[in-house]
Structure formats: C-alpha cells, structure tokens
C-alpha cells in the first residue's frame, strides 16, 4: 500500500480541503486515516479508483451536480450602490 499526504493529494485532485472533507464525511471520497497523530495520509490506490470511477461516471454522463441552489431562479439580485 502507498499512501500520500495532503500536498501530494491536492497534486493529483485539484480541490480544496473543505471540499475534500465534506465529501469524506458524506462518503463520497476516500477516506483520511492518521499514521502518527500529526500526519495524515490517503491510500493511493482508493484515490486512483475514486478518479476512474469520476472519470467513467463522467463519460457515462452520471456525473452529479452539487445541491447548490439555481441562481438563475432568483427574483432579484441585490446590487450595491457606490454611495451605501
């Protein structure tokens, strides 16, 4: 088993580490274990397989989007004024 550390993971999936974390905990990414209680590490191969299974959900066209709300069904948009 290889295992990376948090520099080496943000190499390979370029996503920040809230993200990676609420994804952790909603189990839609590998999960992080400790090797010391000041090193945190992912196993490679979990992360490799989490990649091809975005890639072929991607290409599948299953690739889901966030529950982010539509901002395109807002009713109006407050803009700021230069004088507030």
């Known amino acids: 088993m290889r295992t990376i550390r948090r520099s080496q993971l ?39 397989a989490w990649i091809e299974q975005q890639r072929n959900a991607s290409s599948a066209g299953r690739t889901q989007l966030s529950n982010a709300p539509d901002v395109r069904l807002r009713k109006a948009r407050p803009v700021k004024s230069d004088q507030e």
């Open 10 to 48: 943000k190499e390979i999936v370029p996503l920040s580490d809230t993200t990676i974390y609420e994804m952790e905990q909603r189990g839609e990414f590998p999960r992080r274990f400790n090797l010391t209680p000041r090193c945190v590490v992912w196993d490679l191969a979990e992360v490799e």
